[in-house]
Structures are given as structure tokens and as C-alpha cells.
């Protein structure tokens, strides 16, 4: 069985200060892990994915990833926040071997104050 | 471009009637799959297709219908007998493969009264 845990509802911070969303993860085998953001109203946008290659995975708007096996853990960073950062981030499990359907975190609300 | 459409954007209806979101892909993807999004839930899976004319019930299906005629289409029904159909639904679609990521529509936000 997967299942996927974002460790905080919000997260806020200043502009140009470093972002932490936290994702710990349970899988019974191998997993794909992604991040997704959303941002009002709209669908969501793949920002990075895990497919057990390299750990440290880059993805699109400065954002990158770190996969810990040890730790279960796939926590989302970016060094320095911008205005345009403040959405909705959703970490999300698949496992190989299960029906590889996806699961859902229930979401980290960024906050970015100027 | 490729890509997925939901419509309409907003839908309103009064509770007893069913309704129909439509969702359609020309991403030439596999699976489709539908999915409920309420403040602080997260998105729970409604239905998901891997094929044409085969789908199955995801883990809120209570309440729903869907069908999938054709490869880019996949309809999702809100019957009356949802009991709380107000939501922002969202359509996504991929390849398959447990690593393929989701790609999704932009929504339709229902409002039942």
C-alpha cells in the first residue's frame, strides 16, 4: 500500500528567503514520487517527478527535490522565494508493482510575503 | 497544442439533477481519470480509466457515473444521489507507466443549491 503525508498545511515566507515543503512517503515498493503546484482555480502543473535515477531532481521554476530513502522522505526547496511561488504544492506517490494509480497529499499552502 | 479541456469552467444546478463535466485529451494518452477536490482534502480519486471501454471505481465513487467511448473522451456524471456534489473537479490524463506523470484539465467548479 502507498500513502503520501505533507508534514505542514501552510508555509510562509518572505520574498527571496529559501522554501522547505516537507513529504514523507510509504510505499511497499519502488516508488515514482512528483510534486505538483496549483495555483487558484486552475489544474495542476507537474513541477518535478523521482523515477530512481538520480536523487537530487531538478524541475521547473528554480524548484528541486531530494529523494531519502532512509528517511522516506521527498522534500520540495527552492532557494529563494518569489511573489509568484504562492500556490497550492501537492507531493504524490506511485508505486511499481501496485496499480501504479497516484496518491495524493492533501496539499502545502506557500504564502510569499513581499 | 496538446492538452486537456474541461467545460464548462462553472456549472450551477439545482439538487436532484444530474449533471454532466465533460473532459476530453488529444494527448493520445491511455488513462483518464477523475478527481474531487475539496479545501484541506487534497484530491480524491473518483474514477479512472486505462482503457477504452473499461474504468473503474476509485475510492469516493459513490454517487458518480462514467464512460469512455472513445480513447480522448471521458465523461464524468454527478447524479442525485451524491449527497454533497458541490466541488472543484478536475481531469487528468497520462501514459500509464507508474512514472508517467498526470496531466490536467483546468476544472469545472460545481455548485448544486
Known amino acids: 500500500a502507498q500513502s503520501v503525508t505533507q508534514l505542514d498545511s501552510h508555509v510562509s515566507v518572505s520574498e527571496g528567503t529559501p522554501v522547505l515543503l516537507r513529504c514523507n512517503y510509504s510505499?511497499?515498493?519502488?516508488?515514482?514520487l512528483f510534486w505538483y503546484v496549483q495555483h487558484p482555480n486552475k489544474g495542476l502543473q507537474l513541477l518535478l517527478k523521482?523515477?530512481?535515477?538520480?536523487?537530487l531532481v531538478k524541475g521547473i521554476n528554480g524548484f528541486e527535490a531530494e529523494f531519502k530513502k532512509s528517511e522516506t522522505s521527498f522534500h520540495l526547496t527552492k532557494p529563494s522565494a518569489h511573489m509568484s511561488d504562492a500556490a497550492e504544492y501537492f507531493c504524490?506517490?506511485?508505486?511499481?508493482?501496485?496499480?501504479?494509480?497516484?496518491?495524493f497529499g492533501r496539499g502545502t499552502s506557500l504564502i510569499v510575503h513581499p | 497544442d496538446g492538452g486537456i479541456t474541461q467545460s464548462p469552467k462553472y456549472l450551477f444546478r439545482k439538487e436532484g439533477q444530474n449533471v454532466t463535466l465533460s473532459c476530453e485529451q488529444n494527448?493520445?494518452?491511455?488513462?483518464m481519470y477523475w478527481y474531487r477536490q475539496d479545501p484541506g482534502q487534497g484530491l480524491r480519486l473518483i474514477y479512472y480509466?486505462?482503457?477504452?471501454?473499461?474504468?473503474q471505481k476509485g475510492d469516493i465513487a459513490e454517487g458518480y457515473s462514467v464512460s469512455r467511448e472513445k480513447k480522448e473522451s471521458f465523461p464524468l456524471t454527478v447524479t442525485s444521489a451524491q449527497k454533497n456534489p458541490t466541488a472543484f473537479y478536475l481531469c487528468?490524463?497520462?501514459?500509464?507507466?507508474?512514472?508517467?506523470?498526470?496531466?490536467f484539465g483546468n476544472g469545472t467548479r460545481l455548485t448544486v443549491t
Open positions: 494527448l493520445n494518452h491511455d488513462a
Open positions: 510505499s511497499s515498493y519502488s516508488p515514482s
Open positions: 523521482y523515477t530512481s535515477a538520480a536523487t
Open positions: 480509466s486505462q482503457i477504452v471501454n473499461d474504468f
Open positions: 504524490v506517490v506511485s508505486e511499481t508493482g501496485g496499480s501504479y494509480i497516484p496518491t
Open positions: 487528468a490524463s497520462s501514459m500509464g507507466p507508474r512514472d508517467s506523470p498526470l496531466h
